[in-house]
């Protein structure tokens, strides 16, 4: 059964730095992509990053130069590390794994696997 575990979510001041981890035991992921979702208080959850198994990468624009998405296929992980964080990224973080069509990494529909996901605060 695959349950992405997202460690490394908390609070911290903008400008600030965060990594989120997930983990994902017993899948193959040469066969999956993996993405990185969030949702603000109130608002829809939006794709943010999205790494395919030969490492190509993907971003929203709202995050693209900030965040850095990057997996390690031996212990089944992959990372969200944050960097220069902003207020308005205080959301719920979540990962999810599944095969995905290239172009479709930010939509949640593609994915069947989810994380239970981590809160995220950014203080002004």
């Known amino acids: 059964q695959v349950q992405p575990v997202e460690p490394g979510g908390g609070s911290v001041q903008a400008g600030g730095s965060l990594r989120l981890s997930c983990v994902v035991p017993?899948?193959?992921?040469?066969?999956?992509?993996m993405g990185w979702f969030r949702q603000p208080p109130g608002k829809a959850r939006e794709g943010i990053a999205g790494?395919?198994?030969?490492?190509?990468?993907f971003y929203a624009d709202s995050v693209k130069g900030r965040f850095t998405i990057s997996q390690d296929r031996a212990k089944n992980t992959v990372y969200l590390q944050m960097n220069d964080l902003k207020p308005e990224d205080t959301a719920m973080y979540s990962c999810?794994?599944?095969?995905?069509?290239?172009?479709?990494?930010?939509?949640?529909?593609?994915?069947?696997?989810w994380g239970q996901g981590t809160q995220v605060t950014v203080a002004s």
């Open positions: 790494i395919y198994t030969g490492g190509s990468a």
């Open positions: 999810a794994a599944d095969l995905v069509p290239v172009g479709r990494w930010s939509d949640e529909n593609a994915y069947k696997f």
């Open positions: 017993g899948v193959r992921l040469n066969r999956n992509c």
